[in-house]
């Protein structure tokens, strides 16, 4: 009986300590950077945007929110926009998953919900210098569209202050589905405060996205 005892009290007690190193609960947010390589635009505006030549660059930022609701089982939602003179994309992802403690740094998860996107374009026409000033107009144009998606990773640490996250997420968009790898690093100033250096790419049929996100995560 002891011997049981003492085996229950050290499964709890592993237990506590991953919940403890491995938060499922935190908001996080802050700045980021995005490069769309040449030809992607079309994957948004098919033939309003040309970019055959030129990688285009935007900025914006990044917001992303869990919350570890039930035993090892929590909710997600995250986004982000990024934006140039004429031109805004934006990307968000709300789901329900369940993680697995590994060890009391390591832990894998899964998540599964609905992804969206949304591009915007604003576009000048007959505004140049033989066209008559009257017909000079902005038009805009948008493009958005929304599909089931789900996500794989693991979270480890591989030293004190360092946390990592590598994953993988798809989500459907109809004909061509969007692939995401995406690493997510921490480090830590305290249990609950810690600064984020993260990396995506996305690859959807001709579109070739990478983000980089620098910013601030508070867990709970």
């Known amino acids: 009986m ?5 085996l229950l009290a050290a499964i709890a007690l592993t237990s506590l300590t991953a919940n403890a190193t491995q938060s499922y609960s935190f908001l996080s947010g802050g700045y980021q950077f995005t490069r769309v390589a040449e030809n992607g635009m079309g994957q948004y505006f098919a033939d309003k945007y040309n970019n055959s030549e030129d990688s ?10 869990s919350w570890n609701f039930y035993d090892h089982f929590f909710a997600e ?3 982000g926009a990024t934006t140039r003179s004429s031109s805004t994309l934006g990307q968000d992802y709300l ?20 992804s969206g996107y949304r ?4 576009i000048n026409t007959g505004c140049g210098l033989l066209d008559n000033n009257k017909e000079c107009k902005k038009r805009s144009f948008s493009q958005d569209g929304s599909g089931l998606s789900g996500e794989i990773g693991l979270r480890f640490k591989p030293l004190r202050w360092l946390q990592m996250e590598p994953s993988y997420r798809y989500a459907d968009f ?13 480090i830590e100033f305290t249990q609950h405060s810690a600064l984020e ?4 790419y996305h ?18």
């Open 2 to 6: 002891t011997m049981k005892r003492l």
């Open 56 to 65: 285009k660059y935007l900025h914006g930022l990044y917001f992303r929110g």
């Open 77 to 79: 939602y995250r986004t």
């Open 95 to 114: 789901a329900l998953g369940y993680y697995i403690p590994l060890a009391a740094t390591t832990s894998v998860y899964a998540s599964m919900g609905y």
């Open 119 to 122: 591009a915007e374009r604003d």
């Open 174 to 186: 109809g004909t061509k589905g969007q692939h995401e790898l995406r690493l997510t690093n921490l």
């Open 197 to 200: 250096l993260n990396a995506g």
């Open 203 to 220: 690859h959807w049929d001709n579109l070739d996205e990478t983000n980089y996100q620098v910013g601030y995560r508070y867990s709970f």
